[in-house]
């Protein structure tokens, strides 16, 4: 036990040791670079808070990585209604989203229209896009803390595509690097932040429990509460299709 509890203490040192000095793309690099899983599902319970009241949907939510660094992801709400979300997020350009209504009309979500809400939740379409660094600029302002945790603080700024906010700041762990918090700044001032809690490795991948993306006034937020999750199970490609969404 001795020596378990000594080389935890050397991996938290060393990781310490090796940050020092870095840049903020470095320290990105190193948060891109934490396993992730090829496929995933999981059932999530969104609780939006507004004005008093939390609305309550439930969606499934998949994600599968195909070639070329892209990804999809296909979001199915289950209660109350049954929209869909279809992400393609693609590498070096503007990623596509189409939204199937539950008249079964299918949409597709122009540049111009990802600073709106989804759902009408704190949550924008643009933040139901994948983060690819190479789209950003990053700047160490320095470190703090989030969600009671040591942290780096790393500024970004969109370089390639349309732009919604004006930057952002993301907190990655100095223990292990992982983004436990992330600030959204639009119009010059501070708009809302999103943090994950409950942490816990599943299959080897760091996976938080909860989000919240919480408006910076206080005046409303969004939950999402993880209800199960599997990762690098089988999914058919198809489902990823925008045909499919019908």
Same mark, same amino acid.
């Given at each position: 036990?001795?020596?378990?509890?000594? !080389?935890?203490?050397?991996?938290?040192?060393?990781?310490?040791?090796?940050?020092?000095? +870095?840049?903020?793309?470095?320290? !990105?690099? /190193?948060? #891109?670079?934490?396993?992730?899983?090829?496929?995933?599902?999981? @059932?999530?319970?969104? *609780?939006?808070?507004?004005?008093?009241?939390?609305?309550? %949907?439930?969606?499934?939510?998949? +994600?599968?990585?195909?070639? $070329?660094?892209?990804?999809?992801?296909?979001?199915?709400?289950?209660?109350?209604?049954?929209?869909?979300? *279809?992400?393609? &997020?693609?590498?070096?350009?503007?990623?596509?989203?189409?939204? !199937?209504?539950?008249?079964?009309?299918?949409?597709?979500?122009? &540049?111009?229209?990802?600073?709106?809400?989804?759902?009408?939740?704190?949550?924008?379409?643009?933040?139901?896009?994948?983060?690819?660094?190479?789209?950003?600029?990053? /700047?160490?302002?320095?470190?703090?803390?989030?969600?009671?945790?040591?942290?780096? %603080?790393?500024?970004?700024? @969109?370089?390639?595509?349309? @732009?919604?906010?004006?930057?952002?700041?993301?907190?990655?762990? %100095?223990?292990?690097?992982?983004?436990?918090?992330? #600030?959204?700044?639009?119009?010059?001032?501070?708009?809302?932040?999103?943090? $994950?809690?409950?942490? @816990?490795?599943? #299959?080897?991948?760091?996976?938080?429990?909860?989000?919240? !993306?919480?408006?910076?006034?206080?005046?409303?937020?969004?939950?999402?509460?993880?209800k199960g999750i599997k990762y690098n199970i089988e999914i058919d490609s198809i489902k990823f299709?925008?045909?499919?969404?019908?």
């Amino acid at each position: 036990m001795r020596n378990r509890f000594f !080389m935890g203490f050397m991996l938290v040192f060393f990781l310490a040791q090796s940050a020092f000095g +870095m840049t903020g793309r470095e320290i !990105m690099e /190193k948060s #891109d670079n934490l396993p992730e899983a090829d496929t995933a599902a999981s @059932k999530i319970l969104m *609780l939006i808070h507004k004005g008093g009241h939390v609305m309550e %949907k439930e969606f499934i939510l998949q +994600m599968k990585q195909f070639e $070329n660094d892209e990804d999809k992801a296909l979001i199915e709400f289950i209660r109350p209604t049954q929209i869909k979300l *279809l992400t393609h &997020s693609h590498k070096g350009r503007e990623d596509d989203q189409w939204l !199937m209504l539950s008249s079964g009309r299918v949409k597709r979500i122009a &540049s111009s229209g990802k600073d709106k809400p989804f759902v009408n939740s704190h949550f924008y379409y643009e933040d139901l896009t994948s983060v690819d660094i190479d789209d950003y600029e990053f /700047k160490l302002l320095g470190e703090g803390e989030a969600v009671g945790e040591p942290c780096y %603080k790393v500024e970004g700024v @969109k370089v390639v595509g349309d @732009k919604v906010y004006d930057k952002v700041i993301f907190y990655p762990r %100095k223990s292990d690097f992982f983004v436990n918090r992330v #600030d959204f700044y639009l119009d010059g001032e501070f708009h809302k932040f999103l943090e $994950n809690h409950h942490v @816990k490795a599943i #299959d080897g991948i760091l996976t938080p429990h909860q989000a919240v !993306m919480e408006l910076a006034g206080g005046e409303g937020k969004t939950e999402l509460i993880l209800k199960g999750i599997k990762y690098n199970i089988e999914i058919d490609s198809i489902k990823f299709n925008k045909e499919a969404l019908r």
